[in-house]
Every structure is written in structure tokens, then in C-alpha cells.
């Protein structure tokens, strides 16, 4: 069964704690992203990664880290710098190509305690 | 950048009637267009696509429509059904070869009475 996992589906942080969410794809494909969504405001770009061991910032990267050891794996670490942590975080991924489709996975809802 | 403007944030029609969502984006160098459903809780799914060389695409009861000249495209879904009522996005991607840089609008509430 292809596609993208997220998990947890939903996580808790303590004041001044890091977060680990987990993005796993076994679609084979290059490039993986992490949104952030709140209401009202669509889909906000974190960071993304064209290959292995490289990633690139988006447009709110403070307060996150990522890293890309395995095509098929990307976590994103919320770290305590991110004063507003509550959010629904999507991990995406997509093919090589000129305009291939990006996936999303089911989300993780990350709240604070 | 890219911004992609989005209309109507909430939408409301009766079962079986049409909805229309459309959208506007700034860069003429965008190439492609999906368009994504979110249920509540879950992750978008795409349900369909246009590229910038095709002015429409129909798949069942959902159409998207392309005017490259006014930057604007929109989703037309006919019949609608309760199971329609959902988020959408429309988004734009501009890019080449391996970077696509995605720009999404903000989204619109479908409901769908019965």
C-alpha cells in the first residue's frame, strides 16, 4: 500500500520542550515538503528537501530543523524557539518532473500543554 | 513571489446544484494547477489538475478551467452531493526540472445541504 505515513496523528508539547514529527513515504519520490496549516490561512511552506542530505528553508522556517538522511524519511523537529507551535503540520512528497503532483499525508495536530 | 487569491472563503448550495471556486494567481511563469479536498482532520487530496498548455479538464463532475491570459482558473463541481462538503485549495507551481515551488489559496469551505 503506497503513500505518505504521519505519526503521531496527534502530539502534545510542554513549554520550552522539543517535538519530533515523523514523515515517511515509500512512493520512491525525490522531493518532500512540511506545510503548516492554520485556519484561515492555507498552506505555509516550512522547509523542503529536492534529495538526501539537503534541505532548504521555506517561508517560516524559525523555530523548526529537519533533516534527510533516507529518501524515504523527513522529520521535522519543533523546537522551543516556536513561540506558536499549535498547528496542523502536512507532509507532503513528489515525483521528479516538471509539474508532478504533490501527495499529502493524513497530518499531525500538534497542541500545547 | 507567487500569490494566489482565492474566492469565496464559504460557500453553501443544495444538493444538487453547481459550486464554483476560482482563483487568481500573480506569476505569469506558473505551469501548473491542482486543486485539493480536505475532510475534516485529514490531508488534502488532490482531485484534479491542469497544466498551463490546456484551457479545460473535466474528470465526472469536477472541471477546472484555465485563462493563462487573466491568470485566473476555476473548479466547477455539478451535482453536488453531501459528500462534496469539504475544503478546497487551488494552488500554482512555478518551477523546472527537479524545484516546483507551490503557492496555495487559503481555501474555501464547501457545504453541501441537503
Known amino acids: 500500500d503506497g503513500g505518505i505515513t504521519q505519526s503521531p496523528k496527534y502530539l502534545f508539547r510542554k513549554e520550552g520542550q522539543n517535538v519530533t514529527l515523523s514523515c515517511e513515504q515509500n512512493?520512491?519520490?525525490?522531493?518532500m515538503y512540511w506545510y503548516r496549516q492554520d485556519p484561515g490561512q492555507g498552506l505555509r511552506l516550512i522547509y523542503y528537501?529536492?534529495?538526501?542530505?539537503?534541505?532548504q528553508k521555506g517561508d517560516i522556517a524559525e523555530g523548526y530543523s529537519v533533516s534527510r538522511e533516507k529518501k524515504e524519511s523527513f522529520p521535522l523537529t519543533v523546537t522551543s524557539a516556536q513561540k506558536n507551535p499549535t498547528a496542523f503540520y502536512l507532509c507532503?512528497?513528489?515525483?521528479?518532473?516538471?509539474?508532478?503532483?504533490?501527495?499529502f499525508g493524513p497530518g499531525t495536530r500538534l497542541l500545547v500543554l | 513571489g507567487e500569490n494566489v487569491e482565492q474566492h469565496p472563503s464559504t460557500l453553501s448550495v443544495q444538493e444538487g446544484d453547481s459550486a464554483v471556486i476560482k482563483c487568481t494567481y500573480s506569476?505569469?511563469?506558473?505551469?501548473?494547477f491542482p486543486w485539493y479536498k480536505q475532510e475534516l482532520g485529514k490531508g488534502p487530496q488532490l482531485i484534479i489538475d491542469?497544466?498551463?498548455?490546456?484551457g479545460e479538464k473535466k474528470d465526472q463532475r469536477i472541471a477546472v478551467t484555465l485563462n493563462k491570459t487573466a491568470k485566473h482558473f476555476s473548479l466547477h463541481i455539478t451535482e453536488t452531493q453531501p459528500e462534496d462538503s469539504a475544503v478546497y485549495f487551488c494552488?500554482?507551481?512555478?518551477?523546472?526540472?527537479?524545484?516546483?515551488?507551490?503557492?496555495f489559496g487559503i481555501g474555501t469551505k464547501l457545504q453541501v445541504i441537503p
Open positions: 507532503a512528497s513528489r515525483g521528479a518532473g516538471l509539474g508532478e503532483t504533490q501527495y
Open positions: 512512493l520512491n519520490h525525490d522531493a
Open positions: 528537501s529536492q534529495i538526501v542530505n539537503d534541505f
Open positions: 506569476d505569469s511563469a506558473s505551469n501548473y
Open positions: 491542469i497544466r498551463s498548455n490546456v
Open positions: 494552488a500554482a507551481s512555478t518551477g523546472s526540472g527537479g524545484y516546483q515551488k507551490v503557492t
